[in-house]
């Protein structure tokens, strides 16, 4: 069976690097593999690179930026069809269609042959324009009106119902099965454009190998990290972006008690930990963008707790990553966090835009090593119980092999 994804890059950004360790996970169980994406990292020749016209995209992204549509200039995915990777696929696996790389209207012509499962990232699918509609839920009933067009991706024009309206046709031409990676994405498809497919929940799976516990003490050395700290970690592509909601850690933090701050200290992972470091007042360690395993998986061992206090996600790989190694969490009740910070088993969920309920839950975590230790314990028993990248894929396996069958009984139809 051969499988082309079609994503934003290889490994640069969090579907990025879900893909990337799906595709991984498919060729370890003789899959063979292959991606089409918008930015390339690697230099692997089961990643090729989507060719651009820039000469025509420029002036077309002139005029549908200012109409208030993102992507439509992408003329060139309409060729995809021409490309080796494309003639040899027996499916498609969509994964990240935005990031300013792919015209979602070439869909219809790029499933018309053959069938793709579309992995959602994110709500940008089935939303006038973003990627994550916060307390909006005008998406269900044709968007217009946006209460947030600066949200990623922003748009300088409202034109979010007629986006929506764009996409709605799109699905109405399409062959596809969606993947949802959360149980909170699950319920809002099935509310979408896009409840007219069979819906799957798949979660994102991880190498536990690549990620488990490490020695704590040895860790810590490796980092400088001073002897008697407790050590709190946040990471993130990008530690200033507001949906990652660094702006909340800073006040939580500066609501710790002084007996307890003093004694803390803050490791990050992710471009601007220096801004972070200078207001939150107290010891920092900035790792930087950091993408090999093994750095990552030395950082989360060396934490007493991953504090991420996102504002919108799906299922962060930064909490995923976290539980494999076997830190306990804490992060607020939004989206598909739920799923791996789980209150007394895994970490402390607070209230969504509560800094003081935030900060309660570091304090109660950083005080009780006996509640510690247990959720260290029960982080990587649900890591290797529902999350290994072998499951993951083998579940990509089957649901592959169900979408082709379907499609060749669907053919066979036609035929007689």
């Given at each position: ?82 490309h080796s990777f494309y003639k040899n696929a027996d499916i498609l696996n ?180 220096e801004a972070i470091s200078e207001a939150v007042g107290m010891t920092t ?38 539980m494999a190694c076997g830190t306990p969490m804490v992060s607020f009740k ?83």
């Amino acid at each position: 069976m051969n499988v082309l994804h079609i994503n934003q890059s290889d490994i640069s950004g969090g579907a990025a690097i879900a893909g990337y360790r799906l595709h991984e996970g498919l060729l370890a169980q003789g899959v063979d593999s292959r991606l089409l994406v918008g930015q390339v990292e690697t230099s692997s020749d089961r990643v090729a690179l989507l060719q651009r016209n820039k000469r025509i995209e420029k002036p077309l992204w002139s005029v549908s930026w200012r109409l208030g549509f993102n992507y439509l200039n992408h003329i060139n995915s309409f060729d995809i069809p021409k490309h080796s990777f494309y003639k040899n696929a027996d499916i498609l696996n969509f994964h990240n269609l935005h990031n300013d790389y792919f015209n979602y209207l070439a869909i219809p012509a790029l499933t018309e042959n053959k069938p793709a499962v579309f992995t959602l990232h994110d709500m940008w699918s089935f939303t006038g324009h973003c990627a994550y509609s916060y307390d909006c839920d005008r998406w269900k009933t044709g968007c217009g009106q946006c209460p947030y067009p600066e949200a990623y991706p922003a748009v300088p024009k409202d034109n979010t119902r007629l986006e929506w309206k764009l996409k709605n046709w799109v699905y109405s031409k399409a062959n596809l099965t969606i993947v949802t990676l959360s149980q909170w994405l699950t319920q809002q498809v099935k509310q979408s454009i896009l409840n007219r497919f069979p819906i799957h929940y798949i979660p994102n799976g991880i190498d536990t190998e690549a990620y488990q516990p490490l020695d704590p003490e040895q860790c810590r050395s490796l980092l400088s990290i001073p002897v008697g700290k407790k050590v709190l970690m946040f990471g993130a592509e990008s530690l200033t972006n507001t949906r990652k909601g660094g702006d909340l850690l800073l006040k939580a933090l500066q609501n710790l008690p002084p007996s307890l701050k003093a004694e803390t200290m803050l490791l990050t992972i992710g471009r601007g930990g220096e801004a972070i470091s200078e207001a939150v007042g107290m010891t920092t360690v900035n790792l930087g963008y950091v993408s090999g395993d093994r750095l990552k998986s030395i950082a989360y061992s060396a934490a007493d707790l991953c504090i991420f206090p996102t504002r919108a996600d799906n299922l962060p790989l930064v909490l995923q990553e976290s539980m494999a190694c076997g830190t306990p969490m804490v992060s607020f009740k939004i989206g598909g966090v739920p799923d791996l910070v789980r209150p007394d088993v895994t970490g402390y969920l607070a209230t969504p835009e509560d800094a003081d309920d935030f900060c309660h839950g570091i304090m109660q975590l950083l005080e009780d090593d006996n509640l510690r230790d247990r959720m260290s314990q029960n982080c990587r028993a649900i890591a290797l119980a529902e999350y290994p990248i072998e499951l993951q894929a083998q579940r990509y396996i089957e649901l592959y092999h169900q979408v082709l069958n379907r499609q060749s009984r669907s053919e066979q139809k036609v035929s007689a």
